[in-house]
């Protein structure tokens, strides 16, 4: 049996009639974390919103859990297990960070990890402290970790992040890595997409990396750090 969960196959994707994605390839592994990088522009939400089928103009293959939603609706996809963070942060203002977990809650889903405000309490130390706070009265870091912490409250077979460490204080940034790190020792599956190969490097096992829609590097994070003229040509600003 693979332990390939999500495969993706010459995804093209259209904002109108521009097209955006060129026959973008990519897979994650059972409990590996993945990252997708490019510069500001390159491709990267559009790929991690149409794999979630928010663009409705695509074409290609998205397979996920053995099962094929590349024209599948979004809460279709969810209720399959795949989470997704978007890069703006769509928390409740008006709810605590308590209720905002209740509102993620699905029932526990076969091989993947359990999630509980206890579990999530251990990985965002922080938002233990402020059970009762409004979502309106936390930090950008803060509500970047309760959306990410809602999501996983939907105990998602693999979760999707999107820029997770932007805009993000360098003390944030550090505890949102480590937080990623113990997803992964969970067992989690994480695809995240990321300007910031700092960051990416200390969470991801493979990287792609994504110009103008088309993935231009598929291997290893390691391989990737040591690749001067790929990062040169791909990631340097």
Request: net charge neutral; hydrophobic share 40%.
């Amino acid at each position: 049996m693979s332990d390939v969960i999500l495969s993706v196959e010459a995804l093209n994707s259209f904002y109108g009639r521009a097209h955006i994605l060129f026959d973008v390839t990519l897979e994650a592994r059972r409990g590996e974390v993945v990252a997708l990088l490019g510069r500001n522009g390159a491709g990267k939400s559009t790929t991690m919103r149409s794999i979630m089928g928010l663009i409705a103009n695509r074409s290609g293959s998205v397979r996920f859990a053995g099962h094929d939603i590349s024209r599948r609706q979004p809460h279709e996809i969810a209720r399959l297990g795949l989470g997704y963070v978007p890069e703006d942060r769509r928390i409740f203002t008006d709810l605590t960070v308590m209720e905002n977990l209740e509102v993620g809650r699905q029932p526990a889903r076969t091989g993947a990890p359990h999630w509980t405000p206890e579990r999530l309490f251990t990985l965002f130390p922080n938002l233990g402290d402020m059970r009762d706070r409004p979502g309106g009265r936390m930090s950008g870091g803060e509500q970047q970790m309760l959306t990410i912490a809602r999501t996983l409250m939907g105990n998602p077979s693999a979760i999707l992040l999107d820029e997770p460490s932007e805009g993000l204080a360098p003390r944030i940034t550090e505890m949102m890595a480590h937080a990623i790190v113990g997803l992964k020792a969970e067992g989690q599956t994480v695809v995240l997409s990321e300007q910031n190969l700092h960051f990416a490097a200390l969470v991801s096992d493979r990287a792609y990396v994504i110009e103008k829609g088309r993935i231009r590097y598929e291997g290893a994070m390691a391989a990737l750090r040591e690749d001067e003229e790929i990062r040169s040509a791909y990631l340097s600003l």
